[in-house]
């Protein structure tokens, strides 16, 4: 693989990159940390790649790792307002506002495996060679995670009901 190849792959999953770090890290100077300490280890590692077709699902797992690095050593807190924003002045709707609000209700083992499986569009074959987990336990954790999220989904709107009448 020559480095246009590289950068083209890597600037293809930048999106997915961004969703996966900011499910595991809240703040986006630690998610712009992990991204680019993931593509600098991938590229340092570019010869272990045997498939280039699973070049998005290995780099998605130097990411993981990476997060899970800088979560356990450098734990930052962040406000709910600065998540919402992204460096480009987005400002999120009322409605995806208060889905991430349900979302990080979730344990983070069932909310990295919505996010992966349901945003980003991975099979659960690939999620779990990226979280090394037995495909099984992906099935277990989305259905877990459908559950709860509508549980929680519910008990939103029937807040919601009370609040208003």
Known sequence: MDNNEFTRLVLDAEP???????T?????????????????RAFG????????????????RILINECY???????RAVSYEEYMKSEQGYTASTE?????AVLM???EKHRLCVVLHYIEGFKTAEIAVMLKIPEG?????????????KQLLNEEEDDYEYKVV
């Open 137 to 149: 336990t992906v099935k277990s954790r989305l259905s877990k995670a459908r559950s709860e999220l």
């Open 96 to 100: 995806t506002t208060e889905l991430y």
């Open 24 to 40: 595991i890290l809240k703040n986006d100077h630690d998610c712009a940390d992990a991204v680019q300490e993931a593509i600098i």
């Open 105 to 107: 209700k979730l344990k």
């Open 45 to 60: 590692k570019i010869n272990s790649l045997k498939d280039k077709s699973f070049f998005k699902t290995w780099l998605c």
């Open 16 to 22: 997915t990159l961004y969703h996966i770090s900011k």
């Open 69 to 75: 690095r800088i979560y356990r050593f450098g734990k």
